[in-house]
């Protein structure tokens, strides 16, 4: 398990990188692909084999279908030119070095919580995990599992405004 | 534990700066999908280290609300390529034309 995560620690890192670095979108596109699978592997580790299928389906799958086919469907010739300044990188790269030594000062000095709930990973592997999932995604967050369907009906309409042709 | 969230940040950072330095409107998108991918396998890892059994079941809900924010940020590109004939976010610089 300890060399798995490094392994899919190495990838994940690795692959966000060259999204962000890569001049051409399509290439981005698929190592943003390949960040998913290694996060869906991250997943299958912490005993949640559910998560990481749908991780692979609806991210790798569905999401990314969509961004390859908006950048086919933009003219990728004329879309991969676009550089960005110099003082736009430094000052980047100096928010995102500023955010990440905030955040691994906060995990150093935070103090390690003790577990508090009863879904050890021994009982999630007795019962089987899409099946706690199923069961409380139906009773205790019943409400938001609604709402998420009215979002993405929202979502529908939405998009079919944006895409079309006259306002 | 700390390995995870270790992880979790540095990917989360890479997002931002991507979000930040980029200029092309999809790249930007996708850098933002890094971002939500890391604060879901920070979920993930919190969940099962505390034994609790609702960071997954958030994991389930920032998918649907990623899916619903892809359809929308595409179609806002596909209107904005029509509109300037490129995708450079520098060209976003005024409401109505």
Request: aromatic fraction near 12%; charged fraction near 10%; include cysteine.
């Amino acid at each position: 398990m300890e060399a798995l995560f490094y392994v899919f620690s190495f990838i994940a890192i690795f692959s966000a990188l060259m999204v962000v670095t890569m001049r051409n979108p399509l290439t981005s596109a698929l190592y943003l692909v390949l960040c998913f699978f290694a996060l869906a592997g991250f997943y299958v580790i912490l005993d949640m084999q559910f998560l990481a299928a749908m991780q692979i389906l609806v991210y790798a799958g569905a999401i990314m279908v969509l961004v390859v086919l908006v950048i086919m469907l933009l003219n990728i010739s004329r879309i991969k030119n676009i550089g960005s300044d110099l003082h736009q990188k430094i000052i980047g790269g100096l928010i995102s070095l500023i955010l990440f030594a905030e955040i691994v000062i906060y995990i150093i000095n935070g103090a390690e919580k003790k577990p508090t709930g009863i879904f050890t990973g021994a009982l999630i592997k007795k019962i089987g995990n899409t099946q706690i999932i199923g069961e409380f995604l139906f009773t205790e967050y019943m409400l938001p599992f609604e709402i998420a369907s009215i979002l993405l009906f929202v979502a529908i309409i939405g998009a079919y405004l944006f895409a079309k042709k006259k306002y | 534990m700390n390995n995870y969230l270790i992880v979790v940040s540095i990917i989360f950072c890479i997002g931002a700066l991507g979000v930040i330095v980029r200029k092309n409107l999809i790249v930007v998108f996708m850098s933002l999908e890094l971002m939500f991918n890391a604060a879901n396998l920070g979920f993930v890892a919190v969940s099962n280290r505390l034994n609790l059994i609702s960071g997954d079941i958030f994991v389930i809900f920032v998918i649907v609300v990623a899916a619903a924010e892809a359809a929308i940020a595409l179609g806002i590109a596909i209107a904005f390529y029509r509109e300037k004939g490129t995708v450079d976010i520098d060209k976003a610089n005024e409401l109505k034309n």
